[in-house]
């Protein structure tokens, strides 16, 4: 089966703007699965269990309350799009260590154009906007590990 950069790209971003966990392409005796989260041994997408918030908290300084909230962290605005991370990899805000980032807070994006690149396996994977709109918060440092789902900018879609 020879399948193109291109044509692969294109099926990563069905798969992320239709909301599919897997698509499985064959052709003869040969066949190739994309998926979105790993699976279980059953087959099903693993479910996330948030850890439970501790009853009895330790002072470690931090500024962690009894309910296990973060009182300090800012409050996400109503409205705006999170791109997270569509893999795990190293995030890079530009294509290269000498080039401009391609986004900053305040940079206006389309569908299409790119926000970032994730090194996976040596294969650098662009992030692309999926919808217009503005870049409010860049929410990981440059050349930073991110996991699977990860926040990686905050948009602010445009009307």
Known sequence: MNID???????MRALRR??????????????????????????????????APSRFPMDTGDRATASGVDDAAPAV???????????????YRAASPQARPFVEVGSTVHPGDPLCIIEAMKLMNEIEAECSGTVV??????ERAV?????????????
């Open 5 to 11: 950069i291109v044509n692969l790209k294109r099926l």
């Open 18 to 51: 239709y909301d599919f966990d897997e698509v499985e392409l064959r052709e003869g005796d040969q066949s190739i699965v994309l998926r979105r989260s790993p699976r279980d041994v059953e087959g099903r997408a693993p479910a996330f269990v948030p850890p």
């Open 77 to 91: 605005e109503a409205g705006l799009i999170t791109v997270t991370a569509p893999l795990v990899g190293t995030f």
């Open 137 to 142: 918060e860049v929410l990981v440092d440059n």
């Open 147 to 159: 996991e699977y789902g990860e926040p990686l900018f905050r948009l602010r879609p445009s009307r």
